[in-house]
């Protein structure tokens, strides 16, 4: 089968590498994909903003399957103009509805959701400019460090973390009134600090039934030991060490069977991945947050532990075989550390040469912020490209990631170097 994957990072470019690996791969296209996923198959440049432009490549090209990297088109509605078109109603969109891509389009959207199902997370309020004062209360009647939410899309940077309950105000005045984070902070969440260490749960899900897939442990800030500003990521490890059979079958009670019962109850149409962003507090896992897609970069690590033929899972949901199929997952540990353009998150330079890669052969290359022009392979972004790599413990893993990550250079490349460190 003819298949399209949507988005241009390294999620996108483990999907390709997966996908690619199936019998059933015909043609495989990259919409816009980057300079890795030319390798693997034939990148189309089209805004994922332009549905109409996407149909139209869609129906010449024969596709059967479309898989959705990145939030922006799921929140945008593109399996709702699937399904309304008669044309593209037959075509296989993995990503949820609109409606349902706002648990993580709305975080105010999601902590409802929550409290209406029962699922634990942390007790919030949300507040905008018609009732700033009572944000400014509420962040008194809380206990120090304070949480702060842009209720919008924010490219995984709309969340700080204060101290100071002054500090506090004057950040949740800036988010609301001056529109730090844009349209996305004209809502902001306040939610009590939960004090645990972060992990993610992955499902794949039909409607219907689901399949949990490997666990992971992301580093979102850019200093070492977990300081100083968030990323999109910097590394992962799956699977999360402390996270048992027994804790798993805990989440599954608690968080993701509830989840899935409150979607149907809820008729919000849901085919595609969930990720859940969740906490261990004490030993109890509460949600920090939805995602309706697979992270980036715990994708570099979930998806290379899958043994079995992702696409056939994925036909599964197309055809009604969703439940009857089997996932099998590699016993490993899989690490990436992520290279990324110096001065990233703020601001930064691209376009310049990358050497080394072609002296990798022990690690998973996965290209995110990258484009090959005048026969050279170059920087095009903040986050430029993850090293993944498998060991039997996770300092293996790690191990083998930066010995490849030292044969790689270009100018300002940085990485963290105590990936795992908390673990």
Not at 86 to 114: H, N, R, T
Not at 335 to 350: C, D, F, I, N, R
Request: some cysteine.
């Amino acid at each position: 089968m003819n298949v399209l994957i949507l988005g241009s990072g390294g999620r996108e470019n483990a999907f390709a590498w997966k996908i690619a690996k199936s019998s059933s791969c015909g043609q495989l296209y990259i919409c816009p994909g980057n300079a890795g996923t030319r390798l693997i198959g034939k990148n189309i440049n089209i805004s994922l903003a332009n549905f109409d432009e996407i149909k139209t490549f869609v129906l010449n090209k024969n596709i059967e399957m479309v898989i959705v990297g990145p939030e922006d088109p799921l929140v945008n509605g593109i399996y709702d103009f699937f399904k309304q078109d008669d044309l593209l109603k037959k075509i296989s969109v993995i990503g949820p509805s609109k409606k349902g891509a706002q648990l993580e389009g709305s975080k105010k959207f999601a902590k409802e959701f929550m409290l209406r199902n029962s699922i634990p997370t942390a007790k919030y309020k949300s507040f905008d400019k018609s009732n700033l004062s009572d944000g400014f209360n509420f962040l008194e009647s809380l206990e120090s460090p304070y949480v702060l939410k842009a209720d919008g899309l924010a490219a995984g940077k709309g969340v700080v973390i204060i101290n100071d309950v002054e500090e506090a105000k004057k950040e949740l005045s800036s988010m609301i009134l001056d529109g730090k984070f844009g349209c996305a902070s004209r809502t902001v969440v306040i939610e009590e600090f939960l004090d645990g260490i972060e992990m993610s749960v992955f499902i794949l899900t039909d409607g219907e039934s689901y399949k949990i897939l490997p666990s992971a442990k992301d580093y979102k800030q850019i200093g070492e030991n977990n300081t100083g500003l968030n990323t999109g990521g910097m590394g992962a490890i799956s699977p999360v060490p402390f996270l048992d059979r027994f804790y798993l079958e805990k989440i599954e009670n608690e968080i993701i069977k509830p989840t899935i019962l409150g979607l149907k109850k809820e008729s919000i149409e849901y085919v595609g991945f969930i990720f859940f962003g969740l906490i261990n507090v004490n030993d109890e896992p509460k949600v920090i947050e939805y995602n309706v897609r697979m992270g980036d970069p715990e994708t570099e690590v979930v998806i290379p532990r899958i043994k079995s033929d992702l696409l056939n899972l994925l036909k599964g949901i197309k055809d009604g075989t969703f439940s009857e199929k089997d996932l099998n997952v590699d016993d490993e540990v899989a690490a990436t550390v992520m290279l990324t353009s110096g001065g990233y998150p703020e601001k930064y330079s691209t376009g310049y040469e990358i050497s080394g890669v072609e002296d990798v052969d022990s690690s998973i290359v996965f290209h995110a912020g990258t484009k090959f022009e005048n026969e050279k392979l170059i920087t095009s972004g903040g986050r430029v490209m993850s090293i993944t790599s498998f060991g039997k413990t996770m300092e293996d893993a790690l191990k083998n990631s930066y010995e490849s990550v030292s044969k790689i250079n270009f100018k300002g490349k940085y990485y963290r170097t105590d990936i795992g460190f908390d673990l």
